[in-house]
């Protein structure tokens, strides 16, 4: 079965940084377009950013130069860095596989920036 975990949320002080892993397990991940998206209380979730299965990336405007999406087809992982947090930031970050015919989620990580 497919199976997402997420790891290296956390309390981070504003400026700071932290890097988020997402293993990955029960499909092709290589040929897998991966993606990490948020949710802060009270709003809705949000792409933060994506890459395809040729290394190609997208992110939103709000995350543009301070987040660097990247994935090792070897290890079947995701990472989503993340610098010069924001306490905007704040927010349970999730992973996405687009599989077909049905997209996956993980479980979710929290990541709170806060001093």
């Known amino acids: 079965q497919v199976q997402l975990v997420e790891s290296g949320g956390g309390l981070v002080q504003p400026g700071g940084s932290l890097r988020l892993s997402c293993a990955a397990s029960?499909?092709?991940?290589?040929?897998?377009?991966m993606a990490w998206y948020r949710q802060a209380p009270g709003k809705e979730r949000e792409l933060v950013a994506g890459?395809?299965?040729?290394?190609?990336?997208n992110y939103a405007d709000s995350v543009k130069g301070r987040f660097t999406i990247s994935r090792d087809n070897a290890k079947n992982t995701v990472y989503l860095q993340m610098n010069s947090l924001k306490s905007e930031d704040t927010a349970v970050y999730y992973c996405?596989?687009?599989?077909?015919?049905?997209?996956?989620w993980g479980q979710g990580t929290q990541v709170t920036v806060s001093s």
């Open positions: 996405f596989a687009g599989t077909l015919p049905r997209n996956y």
């Open positions: 029960g499909f092709t991940f290589s040929s897998t377009y």
């Open positions: 890459i395809r299965s040729g290394g190609s990336t």
